[in-house]
């Protein structure tokens, strides 16, 4: 088992529509979770990080942890164009390494 | 914000040769910073955890004595492939935690080896 899977895509979605996106991890002791966006050819840039379980949001983005089922998930309301990129789910594990997802490659069509 | 400065961005070398990538935390003190190889289409892999002052932490399956890492102040940590490959060919990120900005990354070193 990988530790830290992420749904496959490439996921589509249309303007303004929701897009979700899903990480699962293996370490139950883990506390820290991020969600990184990558566009082509170039560095990760931090959306969200989320420490507690619930729901944390940042203007569009919501962040979902469910630490019992070793799930988070990132919300995407009123999608845009330009977040078209790839989403790279990042666990921090409880032995200290951040371990990145294969990421999820999203396309919002206009 | 914080930022993690990466140099060079890119860099073409040949084949036996061997290249420095440099990360520097310009506005804040960095004890850890981790190395990460990125293959097209591919999530980034942690190739090495870099502590100040001491030797690095290596990933399983990553050669320590081809990727030489230094970490010899809070603020600079560096990279050398050495007798670079064409397989060797990647982007190699670095990053660095700052507090509540989380996980901080270099802009990336796009390494060609030719």
């Known amino acids: 088992q990988k530790e830290v899977e992420q749904n496959s895509g490439p996921l589509s979605v249309p303007e303004g529509a929701i897009a979700s996106l899903n990480c699962t991890y293996s370490?139950?002791?883990?506390?820290?979770f991020f969600w990184y966006r990558q566009y082509s050819g170039k560095s990760p840039e931090l959306i969200m990080f989320i420490y507690s379980n619930g729901d944390k949001e940042d203007g569009r983005f919501t962040a979902q942890l469910n630490k019992a089922s070793q799930y988070v998930s990132l919300l995407i309301r009123d999608s845009q164009p330009s977040d078209s990129a790839t989403y790279l789910c990042?666990?921090?594990?409880?032995?200290?390494?951040?371990?990145f997802g294969p990421g999820t490659s999203l396309s919002v069509i206009p | 914000g914080a930022v993690v400065s990466q140099h060079p961005s890119w860099v073409i070398c040949k084949s036996g040769t061997s290249v420095k990538i440099e990360c520097r935390s310009l506005?804040?003190?960095?004890?850890?910073m981790f190395w990460y190889r990125q293959f097209p289409k591919q999530s980034l892999m942690l190739m090495a955890t870099?502590?100040?002052?001491?030797?690095?932490?290596?990933e399983q399956g990553v050669e320590k004595d081809k990727f030489l890492i230094n970490h010899a102040s809070l603020t600079l940590s560096t990279l050398t492939v050495t007798s670079a490959h064409p397989e060797d060919s990647s982007f190699y990120i670095c990053?660095?935690?700052?507090?509540?900005?989380?996980?901080?990354f270099g802009s990336g070193t796009r390494l060609t080896v030719v």
């Open positions: 990053s660095a935690l700052r507090d509540y900005y989380g996980y901080t």
């Open positions: 870099s502590n100040e002052g001491s030797k690095a932490t290596y």
């Open positions: 990042a666990v921090k594990t409880s032995y200290d390494k951040v371990i």
């Open positions: 506005d804040f003190q960095a004890t850890t």
């Open positions: 370490d139950r002791g883990s506390q820290s």
